[in-house]
């Protein structure tokens, strides 16, 4: 697991495009402009420390699948943006001087709305959805895994398996000609 600090950025703290990672915790203080911003990838989060975001804490889109297990947010325009056919498990979530605490949409013309799945613990933080966005409440993941053909969800103590595309088969005749093959 990664373990990151970034201080003082000029632009985004971190910007992750098309990756899989996994992180024990990211430390961010003063952005320029995005303290996170990921995309088209697959993302792993234990702890997230936000402070002092230009616009957003923390930005996910382009059909990421992200899990965040504990995220403090202070000073931003925005906590948490989930955009563009995304899908994030939040477990846990404390946030000050946040103007807007999470919004979820869709952003870019060829995606689709968010999604986000919201752990019944997070309270005191208004949830903003727009053009189709889903919001589920309860039995959020602590680690998500994606391959071409499905998603899996790690719950506590269960795995749940979303297909995506159909599995390929293969198919079989008893047919005389096919035994000459």
């Given amino acids: 697991d990664i373990s990151i600090n970034i201080n003082n950025s000029l632009f985004d703290g971190l910007d992750a495009d098309f990756s899989t990672l996994t992180f024990n915790e990211i430390d961010i203080q003063n952005s320029g402009n995005d303290c996170i911003d990921v995309s ?41 943006a989930v955009k563009d056919l995304s899908e994030v498990s939040l477990n846990s979530l404390v ?6 605490c999470i919004n979820v949409y ?10 986000l799945i919201l752990d019944n613990k997070i309270n005191d933080c208004r949830i903003k959805l727009k053009n189709g966005s889903k919001l589920v ?9 994606k391959n071409y053909f499905y998603d899996t969800c ?22 005389a000609a096919d035994d000459s093959l």
């Avoid at 946030?95 to 807007?100: G, I, K, P, T």
């Avoid at 869709?106 to 999604?115: A, H």
């Fill in 40 to 80: 088209a990838g697959t993302y792993n989060v234990k702890k997230i420390n936000a402070d002092t975001c230009a616009d957003k804490a923390i930005s996910i889109g382009e059909k990421s699948l992200v899990v965040i297990n504990k995220a403090n947010l202070n000073n931003a325009n925005i906590g948490l």
């Fill in 95 to 100: 946030q000050s001087n946040v103007e807007d």
């Fill in 106 to 115: 869709q952003k870019k013309q060829e995606f689709g709305p968010g999604t």
């Fill in 154 to 175: 790690i719950k506590n103590e269960s795995i749940q398996v979303a297909i995506k595309k159909p599995l390929p088969c293969l198919l079989y005749t008893s047919d």
């Fill in 137 to 145: 409440k309860g039995n959020s993941c602590v680690k998500v895994e």
